[in-house]
Structures are given as structure tokens and as C-alpha cells.
């Protein structure tokens, strides 16, 4: 294994048993190297247990087989150590935005008054400024996003993983929020893991995409997504872009 690599998944095998004495297998055979401040995207046929593989890494599930590297160390069934903000925002409806942004803060033991110092001095780099003392039913789609992702961010972990984030949004906001995610990493640098639907999203977003096949997922193919880092909508009409979607399609439809 390499040092280079940030995040390594060696031979990732997830199988759960049925009551009949069979198994449903979920995972089979996945290995991935991901560099340091890559930005990676995984996309796949629904059900094809993309969510089930971050469960994996972030420690809340065992593998039947395999192993989780995190710069060299194994980190199987280690939580704690990946930031993992899944598809629905889960924010408390009865904190206001800023204690729903500290609140993984506090289940690690910082005290409230260190959290909330920490998250205002963020607020407005997430857009949330002037609405932290305001409640999630009062958020847009987008801003109740920003704020998911800020709680995650506020953990300090250098690999997050963000599950289908802006599946539930509108186009126009999917789009501003796919370039406000992009500013936001390349002001703090993580190495992001990210699970879409869209191939438009995964192609626009994204260093590199893995393509999984149906359940049991395998990986199927993995493309470099070698276009200019100053990704703008005007990349649609370049014909790298439209090749690298060709691809993908191909793929999923094989």
C-alpha cells in the first residue's frame, strides 16, 4: 500500500445472512485508492449498496471481508475517524441553526461555548450568516444542506463522505449548491467521497468516478475526469465532457 494514498478500501466484501440460512450479498471485491484532496465520485444502479460501503468506512458497519486504510492505519470498524453526512439533512427541529451545526462537537466533549465560537466564525463562508439563531423549518432546501454539511466539516476530519447531498433539490439550487460545495473544498482541501445519481453532477464535481455495477456492487470501471479545475456550466458543450458521459452511460446501460 502506498503512502500516497489518503484512503484505501482493500477487498471490501459486505454480506448479510437470511433467515432461510442463505446470504444477500451487497459488496463484492472493492478496492479503491484515493489520493489527498481528491474530490471522488461514485455512481451506480439504486440499491447497489454505495450507502452500505460508507457505512463500512465510517465504521458503523463491519465488513465480512476486507479492510479500510486511513493514511496507512487500518481503520476497520473504527468510528470516528471520516466525517459522514448521509442524504437527508437530519437537522433537530427544535435547535436553531447553530446548535444543530455544533451538535457533533458536543458528543465528542467540547463544551457549547467553544462549538458555538468555532461554527460562527464559519457561518458565513456556508451562507448562513444572520439565520444561526433561526430554526430548520425556516431554511431553505439549500441553506438546510449548508448546514448539514458545516456540522459535518466541524468534526476535523480531513475525509468526508457525502451521500446523494443534493439529491432532493431543485435543479437551478442542485447547480448553485455543486459550485458553492466546490468552492468550499477547495478553501479547506478535504478529500471528499461522493454519491450521486447524476453523471452530469459526478462528472462536474469530480478528480475521478467510480462506476458500480448492480447488487453485488463490484466496480465496474473508473474513469480520470481530465478536464480544467475551473469548472464552469460552459464544460457541458466541450466535447471531453460530452466523451467522459458517453462513457459512463455505456457503462451503466452494459
Known sequence: ??????LVLENIDKEYPLKDGGKFDTLKDISMEIKKGEFVSIIGPSGSGKSTLFNIVSGLESPTRGKVFLDGINITNTKGKVSYMPQKDYLLPWRNVLDNVILGMEIKGYSKKMARDKALSYMETFGLESFEYEYPSSLSGGMRQRAALLRTIMLDNDVLLLDEPFGALDEITRMQMQNWLLSIWGKFQHTIIFVTHSIDEAIYLSDKVYVFSKRPAQL?????IDLPRERSSSLFIEKR???IKQEILSQLED
Open 1 to 6: 500500500m502506498e503512502e500516497q494514498y489518503k
Open 220 to 224: 465496474k470501471y473508473m474513469v480520470d
Open 241 to 243: 465532457y460530452t466523451d
